[in-house]
Every structure is written in C-alpha cells, then in structure tokens.
C-alpha cells in the first residue's frame, strides 16, 4: 500500500524512480488516481457527427462511449450495462440509433445513459429497485468538455476544472482549428494503430526529448539524408525528404528552437522554429485562410509552427501537420498509440496529402522512423528491469529554482517539460490519496 508522500518520493526534481515505469502497482495507483483526476482526452467529434454515432475507446484503464445524444450533445458514458456488468458497445464505431440496448436481457437506454425500459418490469415492482443506482442507467463520467471539437473527460465528479487545467496551453489547438478557413476540423479516417511493449509515459515524455532524432533516427532519416546528398541534393525537394530530413538537424536546431512549459503538465516544443516550418507552401491554401482572416492573421496562424504539444497525462498534438496521437496505457508495460490526421475543412486536399504522407512515414507500424523510438523503449523497460542503478536521469538544464506553476520558455534542449510532466504527475496522483 502507498501513501502519498511514498508517491511523491518516487519524483526528486533531477531523478525519476524505475518503479514508476516498471511497477503494476504504481500502474495501478495511476489508473485509480492519475487517469481519474485529470482530464483526458477521448476523441474528436467529427469522430461521431450524427445523432446516435458512438465510437468507443478508453480513459487509462476504462472503457467508455462518446456518443451524440439526441439534442446533438456529445455524452461520454461507462461502457457497462447497469444490471449484470455487461459491456454495451463492442465496435470501435457505430450508429445506435435512439438508444444503447444490452445484448444479455435487453435492457435498453437513451442515448445520454438514462434506462429507456427493462423486459418485465414488473418483476421489479416493490422492490425497492427505483432506488437503486443501476435504475438510473448507464454511468456518465463525472465531466465531459468539448473544446473545439476535441471531446476531454474527467472521470472524478468533483476536482479542478477544464480551464485551469489546461489553461493557456489550450493555445495550441487553437492554431491547429484556426488553420482552417472554416475553422474547423474533420477526422480523417481510422487512426494508425501501434502497440508498443514499454510504459505509457517512455511514448510521452519522448514527445519533447529534442537529444535523440539526430541519434535515434540516423538509421532511417540520415540514411535517406544521405541517398539524396548522393543524388545530388535536387531541388525541389518532394514531400517525403521535406518530411524525413529535419530529424537529422543538428543539436543547434533543436536548442534554437525552445521549449515552453505550462503549469499541470502540459508543454511544447517548437517556439520559434520547428521541424513543420520549411514545409513547401500549398497553392491556394494562403489564399483560403486570407479571405477568412485577413492576409495579416493568416500569416500570424501559418508562422506558429509548434513541434509537439504535450496535453498531460497522454496525448500529443502537432498543429502544424493536424496530428494527435494518443498514448493509451494498457498495462505497466504496454502501451497502444493512436495516431489520428485531420482534415482543415475549407483547405486544399494536398495538404491533407502530406498529412498522411507524415503520419504513415513517422508514425505507422510500417514506418521507418517509428520503429527506431519503438527499439529505444523497449529496450529502456528491457534495462530499466536490470539492478545497479534504481534512478532515471531528466536533469538535464534543471535550475534549483524551477517553478512549474509558471510558463516558461527555455533552451529547446532542456528536459524540464519531462519534470514539469512528473510535477504533475504527483500532484494529480496523490490529490485523492490518503496523507495527501
Ligand atoms: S446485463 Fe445488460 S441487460 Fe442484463
Ligand atoms: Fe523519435
């Protein structure tokens, strides 16, 4: 059994416990607590645009519906019929209809969870059950918010707010939403789908580990780097080297380009330059976003072009590129990514082109760049099971004084988004523990 200051002495500014990578136990207490208190993402709601859509998926270890009810709200709900436990929905994705009916006796409910109608009812009649929570229906979850389309949950009842948790970091789906002319965003099909044999948060805190492309990736980015230097460096370049070919720049690049940290967890990298800035222009896109904008903010949207943002506990967002990937934790040692591409309603369709072109070259089971953070991982839970060394390093441009409850920009190199991550960790852990 855990206390809280157990927890909190797993974390100590510089270091990170092994135990938090390796431990069921600390899984455990992560699905208890972490997913419960913090807000999560679930989908996107073109994902489910019509009434009685649903599609399934999980917040850290539970599963759970987004659903469309009849009044066009979305509704995230148990996926576990009141009576006998059963789980309502099996697809990935589907239409129900007016309402959810249980596969085992048929009891039915409304689209927002509430019982419909029980076969023979009268077998409950003065028994008490009206009272009861499985009359009510099937469970929401205790907060759901629909922030421009991107559908977050917060299992707990009660606990902090959407707003303050996100904050300002909510900026960066901003930009992504903002690029389109309409302001919108459309699901572009299926996810990729990508298990992984390490823990959750090796895929999270690598979002902004800015130390490892020019390492980790020279197997697969340096050698396509190098065919097209022995080709003669041609010009132009076709999408696919625009893509690949930042991952080899230097460590310069990766210092320039700066790091920013919001409190709760959240962060990004990317603030003056990215990975996404030298991309070729689209013809007709600049244009599109002009007549929405005005020429001036069009250029202000398009010269963000933040790398990665980290939404703590598990996903990532590239505004630029219209890319989520969700990091589903399924065991201490298991991870499903989720790697969902978005349509900027309104723009021209190249550019939902090399939207896909990315995610199928970085981040598919087939991708040749995924695969080398992939071995990294694993073989990190592989070494972290060895004895001799309990402590995980993220010391790296860490100051004494460092304060997480501010914003921050810093050195593009720091590892302070992996300890702000941890911070939060923390408190969102031990927030409903005992000795909290
Ligand atoms: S278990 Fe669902 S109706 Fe009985
Ligand atoms: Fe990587």
Redesign the pocket.
Known sequence: MQTASQIAALFTGPQVHRDVYTSPEIYKLEMQHLFANTWVFVGHDSQTPNKGDYFTTQIGDQHVIQVRHSDGEIHVLYNR?P????KIAIDREGNTGKFFR?P????SFKTDGCLLAIPLKKGYENTGFENTENAKGMTAVGAVQNYRGFVFARLAAEGISFEDYFGDSLSSIDNMVDRSPEGRLEIAGPPLRYMHQCNWKMLVENQTDTCHPMVAHESSAGTAVNIWKEMGNPEPRPPAMEIIAPFMSPYEFFENMGIRTWPNGHGHTGVHHSIHSDYSAIPGYFEALSETHGEERAKEILGENRHNTVYFPNIMIKGPIQQLRNFIPLGPDKTLVESYIYRLVGAPDELLARTAMYNRMINAPTSMVGHDDLEMYERAQEGLMSNGMEWVNVQRLRTEEEDFGEEAVENGTTERQMRNQFDAWVKFMTATMENA
């Open positions: 019929c009576h006998k436990g059963t249980c085992y006796h048929a009891w």
